[in-house]
């Protein structure tokens, strides 16, 4: 039994450690930029189309740009656009709000990194 227990310790120890070495990626946001061109289908960084503009979106609180029609959930959802409210945005939009109308995921973490360093630099 106290083999197992010492066993499970260093599994656990190993695992934290595994996890806490592994960072979330540094932004590329001359990457970033290329990989918007996919983001331009819907939005625009200084005009709103489908979705709203993103200039300036990173700081700024979410569902106030004034002539765009958000969802009520978006609108009510209290969410500033920090990179990492922004991450989780664009891992699963309708996880983090359930009932926005953003339905696209990007999955690869190194890319939302990307973008939203990109995003980062459109003051």
């Given at each position: 039994?106290?083999?197992?227990?010492?066993?499970?310790?260093?599994?656990?120890?190993?695992?934290?450690?595994?996890?806490?070495?592994?960072p979330?990626?540094?932004?590329?946001?001359?990457?970033?930029?290329?990989?918007y061109?996919?983001?331009?289908?819907?939005?625009?960084?200084?005009?709103?189309?489908?979705?709203?503009?993103?200039r300036?979106?990173?700081?700024?609180?979410?569902?106030?740009?004034?002539?765009?029609?958000?969802?009520?959930?978006?609108?009510?959802?209290?969410?500033?656009?920090?990179?990492?409210?922004?991450?989780?945005?664009?891992?699963?939009?309708?996880?983090?709000?359930?009932?926005?109308?953003?339905?696209?995921?990007?999955?690869?973490?190194?890319?939302?990194?990307?973008?939203?360093?990109?995003?980062?630099?459109?003051?």
């Open positions: 039994m106290s083999i197992m227990r010492g066993f499970l310790c260093i599994a656990a120890v190993f695992a934290v450690s595994t996890a806490m070495a592994d979330a990626p540094k932004g590329d946001a001359a990457h970033g930029k290329v990989l061109q996919g983001c331009a289908a819907c939005h625009s960084i200084d005009d709103n189309d489908l979705g709203p503009r993103h300036g979106v990173v700081g700024r609180k979410a569902g106030i740009v004034a002539d765009y029609n958000y969802s009520q959930a978006l609108k009510a959802s209290g969410l500033t656009w920090t990179e990492a409210n922004l991450d989780k945005w664009l891992t699963n939009p309708s996880a983090l709000v359930p009932g926005t109308k953003m339905f696209f995921k990007i999955d690869d973490p190194q890319s939302r990194a990307d973008i939203i360093a990109y995003l980062k630099e459109l003051k």
